[in-house]
């Protein structure tokens, strides 16, 4: 297969990049932590404009009519930026899986507001004790007249604060998963803000006898552990497309670092140490960027990816978290100093790399699927 990207994806990639480092520069992103809001509404609504944040969902609802592998691209320039925008909740966990298989009139109500820019969405899938969604969720929906109640909590859910309605799988009586989109004001729904690494906002949800109709359910009533599983196999790629940005930009900056800082009176770039040091990040990023495009295009065609998604998490973890240390070391003291912008892509990049797993959960899941190969 063929992984170079074509000129329509080149252009889906530069511009999205374009966009968000004019929207997004080192100052700005200093005022939005500052402030603690984690959002800017500038660069949604730029890339609302240029039609970005549906790039891969269909014509008929707004979308650019292209693809995952081109969602994944712009999720790459998410991480490069460092972006502070609910991309990868709304697309990924939220309109991807309703455009899949929500019913016409959820693609309707939900779907041309996501591309406009107006509809912000989430998913709730984590609880205590994973750190991938459990197949049997422990929140539980139960029938409520012509519809549902849902009791539970859910941990890590990000960007809760700014989504209107969020995708919640709940365990029903006769022992299947069921799907809901459940509106964030609804009166049954609490929030408790949690510290991540990143300083995003995150929350822990409770639900607690919040009602939903019929008419939101995802697909069939006891199709949602099937849903759940096409949202993590995505979510997980868009995780690693997020560190493919991360880590090539935090690269990047240390490359420029290292051919301009000098220390006795040589450039420290032309030190073998440091030279070696680059050269394994740089080897490390190709292949975080690599494993994640090769996962991405699988999906996109519909091909079996499982394995490739655990190789590809399996790199941006453990290869993602290398690259970072580099970066940092590389830098010295200017490093740690928060008013220089390489300690975001630290920060980031271990983020990334335990959400949903880190390398030991996926390496286990790559043997366990390899030894099933062999039976």
């Known amino acids: ?42 660069a949604w609504s730029e890339l609302a404009k240029a039609r970005l944040l549906a790039v891969g ?17 712009v999720l790459e320039q998410i991480g490069r930026t460092v972006a ?21 009139e959820q693609r309707r109500a939900y779907l041309p507001a996501v591309a406009d820019g107006n509809l912000i969405l989430t998913a709730a899938l984590l609880e205590a004790g994973g750190a991938l969604p459990p197949a049997r969720p422990r929140t539980r929906a139960i029938r409520d007249g012509d519809g549902w109640r ?21 365990s029903t009586k006769d022992d299947t998963v069921a799907l809901f989109i459940v509106d964030m004001k609804n009166a049954g729904v609490q929030l408790e803000r949690v510290q991540v690494t990143t300083f995003e906002p995150q929350f822990n949800v409770r639900f607690e006898g919040a009602r939903v109709a019929a008419a ?20 997980l790629t868009g995780l690693c497309a997020m560190q493919a940005g991360v880590c090539e930009q935090a690269l990047r900056m240390t490359a420029q670092y290292v051919s301009e800082r000098e220390q006795f009176g040589t450039k420290i770039a032309t030190f073998q140490a440091v030279a070696h040091r680059a ?26 990816a499982e394995h490739l998604i655990a190789i590809a998490k399996f790199w941006a973890a453990d290869g993602g978290q290398r690259v970072v240390h580099a970066a940092q070391h590389l830098h010295g003291g200017i490093g740690v100093d928060t008013d ?36």
């Open 1 to 42: 297969m063929n992984l170079n990207l074509t000129e329509d994806q080149k252009a889906v990639s530069d511009l999205a990049g374009q966009i968000l480092r004019e929207k997004l520069p080192h100052e700005r992103l200093r005022a939005i932590e500052a402030d603690g809001s984690w959002f800017d509404e500038a």
């Open 57 to 73: 969902l269909p014509e008929d609802i707004g979308g650019g009519g292209m693809g995952f592998l081109e969602t994944c691209l």
């Open 84 to 104: 502070p925008l609910p991309y990868f909740t709304t697309v990924v966990l939220g309109a991807m899986p309703i455009d899949r298989f929500g019913s016409p």
């Open 150 to 170: 849902i009791d539970g909590e859910k941990l890590y859910v990000g960007a809760a604060q700014l989504a209107a309605h969020v995708l919640v799988p709940a």
């Open 216 to 235: 939101d359910v995802v697909g069939e009533p006891g199709a949602g552990a099937d849903i759940v599983r096409w949202i993590s196999a995505h979510a």
């Open 279 to 304: 050269a394994d990040a740089y080897i490390d990023t190709a292949a975080i960027t690599l494993t994640a495009r090769l996962a991405a295009w699988s999906l996109a065609q519909g091909v079996p």
């Open 340 to 375: 220089y912008p390489v300690h975001r892509y630290f920060r980031w990049a271990k983020q990334l790399e335990l959400t949903m797993g880190g390398a030991h959960e996926h390496l286990l899941s790559l043997g366990d699927q390899l030894a099933e190969a062999r039976v």
